[in-house]
């Protein structure tokens, strides 16, 4: 499979896990927010969470659909670091729940909801793997077409 391909199918993973749980989470707020105020982490910051973290989701989202579409070139870079930043974070936040609090409900969205501790570390552990994985192929394809460039 070429890089381009990986990375077209990366991008769609994304589109799809970030789209369904911002609008999500955005459709639910008070039960986004709730599940957030359960947190010992997140609680003190809970209002500001449940309106950004949403609303970047949607953007990533975005910004990795639009290039399907029109000529947007910095839009995927920018949607693939921002959503690989955006999965390494909720890894390290579950990572922090299993080890010191249990038994608190998450904040995710939709069908992801019904993962427990476990099942989120590995579903986000992938896709952050993911994600790193798109970023170095797109930086490949970056650096093959400076050299092909270099040597016309």
């Known amino acids: ?3 381009s391909k990986i990375i077209d199918v990366i991008s769609y993973l994304y589109i799809a896990l970030f789209l369904y749980t911002g609008l999500y989470k955005l459709s639910g707020q008070e039960i986004f927010r709730s599940a957030l105020n359960d947190s010992p982490l997140l609680k003190r910051y809970s209002a500001a969470i449940a309106i950004v ?3 970047v989701e949607v953007l990533i989202a975005l910004s990795l659909l639009l290039p399907f579409f029109t000529y947007a070139p910095g839009a995927r870079k920018w949607g693939l670091r921002t959503g690989t930043g955006l999965m390494a974070l909720f890894t390290l ?3 922090y729940m299993l080890k010191f609090s249990h038994g608190l409900p998450c904040s995710c969205g939709g069908i992801i909801q019904k993962m427990n501790w476990h099942q989120h570390l590995y579903f986000n552990t992938l896709f952050t793997f993911l994600g790193l994985l798109a970023i170095w192929l797109d930086n490949q394809d970056l650096k093959s077409e400076r050299t092909e460039s270099a040597l016309v």
């Open 1 to 3: 499979m070429r890089k």
């Open 93 to 95: 936040y579950v990572s």
């Open 53 to 55: 973290v949403p609303s």
